[in-house]
């Protein structure tokens, strides 16, 4: 198997544990959907990497996406402050037990990607 071959399934068992995580946080299942992302981010090993992945994905693609919009008109210092504080807030969240708090921040920071 060649290195490219092996980079393919790689990228493709992420793309299952990023689709795993968006029906196990529909579910209620919050934990098992964040120990999934914290996986697949794991797996890909380099953020620049797993934030094209989630690019390419979209999971949720809505009509009325705020956060979008909101992207147009902050500069590029503003998002990535927003992004910083969901991360701290999603850690937070996590350690004090609130996984459905921690879940959402987890979304909401890849929004803004």
Same mark, same amino acid.
């Given at each position: ?49 797993f /934030?094209?992945?989630? %690019?390419? &994905? ?10 979008? !919009? #909101? @992207?147009?008109? +902050?500069?590029?210092?503003?998002? /990535?402050?927003?992004? %910083?504080? &969901?991360?701290?807030?999603?850690y ?5 037990? !609130? #996984? @459905?708090?921690? +879940?959402?921040?987890?979304?909401? /920071?890849?929004?803004?990607?």
């Amino acid at each position: 198997m060649t290195n490219n071959e092996s980079s393919k399934e790689y990228l493709i068992s992420c793309m299952r544990l990023l689709e795993s995580s968006e029906s196990n946080f529909k579910k209620g299942a919050y934990e098992e959907a964040i120990y999934e992302r914290r996986k697949a981010r794991e797996i890909i090993g380099t953020e620049e990497e797993f /934030i094209a992945l989630v %690019k390419e &994905l979209i999971l949720n693609n809505s009509k009325y996406n705020l956060i979008a !919009d #909101y @992207k147009i008109r +902050i500069n590029e210092h503003k998002r /990535i402050q927003v992004i %910083k504080h &969901l991360k701290e807030r999603s850690y937070a969240q996590y350690h004090s037990g !609130d #996984y @459905k708090g921690c +879940i959402r921040s987890l979304r909401r /920071i890849e929004k803004y990607y």
